[in-house]
């Protein structure tokens, strides 16, 4: 396999070289499994945007309170770490914001997939859920905070229920899919191997709707995440949304750069977390 | 074991805002127990209709499906008790053509289906699963999951599957259908081996003549709009099968001479359809 010109490994992750199947194809413009991952350039851009960042502050182009120092960020981040931030620690920032979607994410789910389920094997629940479904779910979950704030106030079952809302139906719709998406031919087969009404629900179709439950759970998640942050913006004493928008008040931009940064870490986690426990959980997904 | 009867079968669908299609115009057949009926004929014949039908997951516009208990004689009478089917159950076992499996179940798990559903003993389970997956060549693939092997040896969990249930009757449609033409000849051989150790009474619909000719006893030929039965054939093929080289039988001019008389009678059905279609 190994001819005189192969390049090595390392060129190859890199993508400054085509692996030895994509080297072989004569058709690459076109082809998007020929187009290699390029993480030489990726690497460069990233290097090069700190570059970028750490000469226009220390050269002063421009003012710290519209972007601030490399240096002033990571000063501000042990001074987050150790004394917290408001008298409440950073990763009690972090921590509560989390707790506040995965709650409204689980309560979502316990309510939504049973009622996604209904939807998806009777007509009444179908008939009686639709119009509220359709009605509601092109709301953005953001629209709802002033009847919230009216309705429950600005304390922690407020947000909670916000976020419930959100993902609220994310999930039913996720799990109706599921059920839709079943293939007549399982559950006829099911059926004719003996299986009751029951048996084919909890054999045969639950299973089936897992994997689409399971992008309803990750698309859940994200679009809480971004809730749940705007949320705090509006109205809230802890949680990085709060942070960050308190952080502007006192002109503290490292603390909103800081912010910002981690909020999209944990986005990006969440995501990448929800892929593993998926690959994990539900390996049948498409192989149907 | 049971006798299976359609009786006077006729299917009727109206599509709102259309005509009604006659799918299927009084079908009448009988299957004594241990037969193998192979049912051929062109797209739209509804020849998987009656299979669905005979499944009980369609009820006919009008006729009937019986089963007969030959086993247990009506008192005063030389039939057995006869009871109507009515909806799917597990004496009429089905054999899909492709993605009837579990893909969240391994290769074992959706064999053990049908007797865990009954709640029969875990142990006795076993022991049934592990012959039949002996039986079907698959022993070594029992903790797979379903969806890492390839298409035969999917169809050949499906029959481990359906006989694990040990039904009355097994119904298939198409189920070589997708597989390519080598494995098609392969399970056929496995099929006939697998329909004489279980004396099962099959029905298999298939849109292979040669198939149909090869597993049949009997032939049936439909015919489309309205589905009816056109001609039906006894074959010997099948007996022999199980002694001479399924290629051999398949070169005999006996075979190939009612292949092509099948074959042009298709031919002709498709023509007119068509004819009808541009006229």
């Known amino acids: ?288 | 074991m049971k006798a299976l009867t359609v009786e006077d079968v006729s299917m009727i669908f109206t599509v709102p805002g259309g005509e009604p299609v006659h799918a299927l115009q009084n079908i009448n057949l009988r299957l004594e127990p241990g037969e193998l009926v192979s049912v051929l004929g062109p797209s739209g014949c509804g020849k998987t209709t009656l299979l669905n039908i005979v499944a009980g997951f369609l009820s006919p516009t009008s006729g009937r499906i019986l089963l007969e208990d030959q086993e247990h004689k009506e008192p005063d009478a030389d039939v057995g008790v006869i009871s109507e089917v009515k909806g799917p159950g597990a004496d009429r076992g089905m054999v899909f053509q492709q993605g009837a499996l579990f893909e969240w179940m391994s290769v074992e798990k959706n064999v053990a289906f049908g007797p865990d559903v009954a709640g029969k003993p875990k142990k006795q389970t076993q022991e049934v699963v592990k012959n039949l997956l002996e039986t079907v060549g698959l022993k070594d693939f029992a903790k797979k999951p379903v969806y890492q092997l390839s298409g035969g040896m999917q169809q050949r969990v499906a029959l481990a599957r359906c006989l694990a249930n040990d039904p009355e009757v097994i119904l298939m449609d198409e189920p070589l259908g997708a597989l390519d033409a080598l494995t098609r000849e392969k399970m056929q051989g496995l099929m006939l081996q697998l329909w004489k150790k279980t004396a099962k009474t099959i029905i298999l619909i298939t849109h292979s003549v040669e198939e149909a000719l090869f597993l049949g006893e009997r032939l049936i030929v439909m015919a489309p709009r309205p589905g009816r039965i056109e001609k039906e054939y006894r074959l010997p093929f099948a007996d022999q099968g199980l002694t001479q080289s399924p290629r051999d039988i398949k070169a005999s001019p006996e075979f190939i001479e009612k292949r092509e008389e099948i074959l042009s009678m298709i031919w002709e059905m498709e023509e007119e359809i068509m004819g009808r279609a541009e006229a």
């Open chain 1, 1 to 288: 396999m190994s001819d005189r010109n192969s390049p090595s490994s390392l060129m190859i992750w890199l993508g400054l070289a085509d692996n030895s199947f994509t080297r072989q194809k004569t058709v690459k413009f076109g082809d998007a499994s020929a187009v290699n991952s390029g993480r030489a350039y990726g690497i460069i851009t990233v290097l090069l945007l700190l570059v970028l960042w750490w000469i226009s502050t220390s050269f002063g182009w421009i003012k710290p309170i519209y972007w601030p120092s490399f240096g002033a960020v990571f000063s501000r981040l042990n001074q987050l770490m150790v004394e917290g931030f408001r008298n409440v620690e950073l990763w009690e920032h972090v921590s509560i914001s989390v707790y506040r979607v995965l709650s409204g994410v689980f309560y979502g789910a316990i309510v939504g997939v049973p009622l996604g389920l209904s939807m998806g094997l009777s007509s009444v629940a179908r008939g009686m859920f639709d119009p509220i479904v359709e009605f509601i779910r092109p709301i953005p979950p953001l629209a709802l905070i002033p009847l919230i704030i009216l309705w429950f106030g600005i304390d922690e079952f407020a947000k909670i229920f916000l976020l419930f809302l959100a993902s609220l139906f994310i999930m039913t719709i996720a799990a109706r899919a599921g059920v839709n998406s079943v293939r007549i031919s399982k559950v006829h087969a099911a059926y004719s191997l003996g299986a009751s009404k029951l048996q084919v629900l909890t054999r045969v179709i639950l299973p089936n709707a897992l994997p689409e439950m399971f992008t309803g759970l990750r698309t859940a998640m994200g679009v809480c995440w971004g809730t749940v942050v705007a949320a705090e913006l509006v109205a809230a004493d802890k949680g990085v949304g709060s942070m960050i928008m308190i952080a502007k008040n006192f002109l503290q931009t490292d603390t909103v750069v800081i912010g910002i940064i981690i909020i999209g870490l944990i986005g990006f986690g969440i995501e990448i977390l929800m892929r593993i426990i998926e690959a994990k959980l539900v390996p049948w997904r498409g192989k149907g």
